[in-house]
């Protein structure tokens, strides 16, 4: 480790293996992991951290890859001072670290439908920042803002049009730490909700591979986007129907594999290694562009250096 650390109140781990908190089950080490304590604990380590250092907020790794070389710099994983959710009225407060179907349940049992969240994988933090979306809404749909440790330590309070939601993105600075987020719901029966989620559920459950180790959609679907952050699907183009089509079904690489249920899943079949699955990703970009002209661009991220074997 090239860099000093500030002190701090949570946990800071050098050379902290991250293979074992992605759904991917890949990836090399963190230079350094910091977990931090709460809110003011994170924002007084970045103000001290050097303005050098880069900066990477992981949620729960349910929509990532961390390539096989690690990540350089720290790590942020916000876990039980950041998970907290609270409801009052139609509006929703949720802390970074909360899992979106925890969310939608607790949303839900208030009597205020946030139910798209409930089939999104993840955590909120991660959810606001890649604009997530399911059955037709998307996270841009329901935000009212964010509360954000910016890269020099400063606590900002983030609104939609500073936030740049874009289809499946946003425009948020890197380094920036989402701590909550405040969502406007509808007004909705509990029981209504509670049968909205669990009928979402079982549309998930009977078409996606939800026991396997996958990262969520692996591609985008090719769209357009509004201004207002909501893909327009004009061509009704399918990401999993172009897999489909260049009969990439059940395509693998070693221990990565397409899935078979879902063709726009990547999915860890056993052993993959991150590269594994990087190139099998990118081998599917390309026999689908020349199957059918069009590019499909990555919904899953990758981040961290490849080792030397990976780049010969």
């Known amino acids: 480790m090239s860099f000093d650390l500030p002190s701090v109140r949570g946990t800071l781990t050098p050379n902290r293996p991250l293979a074992d908190l992605t759904w991917l089950r890949v990836g090399g080490p963190a230079e350094v992991l910091f977990q931090p304590a709460d809110p003011e604990d994170l924002c007084a380590f970045l103000a001290a951290l050097d303005p050098a250092v880069p900066v990477f907020p992981m949620g729960v790794g349910s929509n990532l890859i961390v390539r096989d070389g690690g990540i350089r710099g720290v790590v942020i994983r916000l876990g039980r001072g950041f998970n907290g959710i609270s409801v009052a009225g139609t509006r929703v407060t949720a802390g970074a670290a909360a899992l979106d179907s925890h969310v939608a349940r607790k949303a839900a049992e208030a009597g205020v439908d946030l139910t798209f969240l409930r089939t999104i994988p993840g955590a909120i933090g991660g959810a606001v920042r890649m604009n997530a979306g399911c059955y037709g809404t998307y996270t841009a749909d329901h935000f009212v803002q964010a509360t954000v440790a910016m890269r020099d330590g400063s606590l900002r309070a983030v609104g939609p049009e500073e936030m740049g939601f874009a289809y499946r993105s946003s425009t948020l600075p890197e380094g920036a730490v989402i701590v909550e987020a405040v969502f406007e719901g509808d007004p909705g029966d509990p029981a209504v909700l509670e049968a909205k989620m669990a009928d979402q559920l079982a549309r998930r459950d009977a ?87 069009l590019t499909l661009e990555w919904e899953i991220m990758r981040v961290g250096e490849k080792t030397p074997e990976a780049d010969a």
Request: avoid cysteine; aromatic fraction near 6%.
């Open 207 to 293: 078409t996606q591979p939800v026991k396997d180790r996958t990262a969520g959609s692996t591609f985008r679907n090719p769209a357009g986007f509004s201004s207002t952050g909501r893909a327009d699907d004009v061509h009704d183009l399918k990401a999993w129907k172009l897999i489909e089509d260049a009969g990439l079904r059940g395509y693998r690489r070693g221990g990565a594999m397409m899935s078979e249920k879902h063709p726009n899943f990547l999915t860890n079949a056993g052993g993959a290694t991150a590269a594994e699955l990087e190139d099998l990703g990118e081998d599917v970009r390309k026999r689908v562009f020349e199957s059918s002209g």
